[in-house]
């Protein structure tokens, strides 16, 4: 055990962990089946329609949507391992414990405030 959240603060964040968990688990499968048969059998159907390319943004929206999706689910899967492990909120880089605050905007948060802004401006430079 290496943070200082109390059973309480632990519970709650678990909580809002699965709640979140199966939010995306619900619109992952949404994304999948609700446009496998139907709608795109009706997409075959309007292909040579004006608004094709239309719709062919749509569905890149929608799978681009499903990429972030995928990826929060992992890292939320990801925060609940590490919660039952003991190791959940401490920063990934420099290891100080992340405050219960900010836990509870972001319970899936990886790193402390510092860290995380390094990396985003690192990520805004192209590095
Ligand atoms: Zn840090």
């Known amino acids: 055990m290496g943070n200082q959240l109390t059973t309480?603060?632990?519970?709650l964040l678990e909580?809002?962990?699965?709640?979140?968990?199966?939010q995306l688990d619900r619109r992952l499968a949404e994304h999948h089946t609700g446009m496998s048969r139907a709608e795109h059998a009706a997409e075959m159907l309007e292909q040579d329609n004006d608004d094709a390319p239309q719709r062919e943004t749509e569905?890149?929206?929608?799978l681009a949507l499903s990429d972030l999706e995928t990826r929060e689910l992992?890292?939320?899967s990801n925060a609940l391992?590490?919660?039952h492990g003991g190791d959940y909120g401490l920063c990934a880089d420099?290891?100080?414990?992340?405050?219960?605050?900010?836990?509870?905007?972001?319970?899936?948060?990886?790193r402390c405030v510092a860290c995380e802004s390094r990396l985003e401006n690192a990520?805004?430079?192209g590095a």
């Open 74 to 76: 992992g890292e939320v």
């Open 123 to 125: 990520a805004h430079r």
């Open 94 to 110: 420099c290891g100080i414990e992340i405050p219960f605050d900010r836990l509870k905007v972001e319970p899936a948060a990886l």
């Open 59 to 62: 569905r890149e929206l929608d």
């Open 81 to 83: 391992r590490r919660l």
């Open 8 to 11: 309480g603060q632990l519970a």
């Open 15 to 22: 909580a809002a962990l699965v709640q979140r968990q199966h």
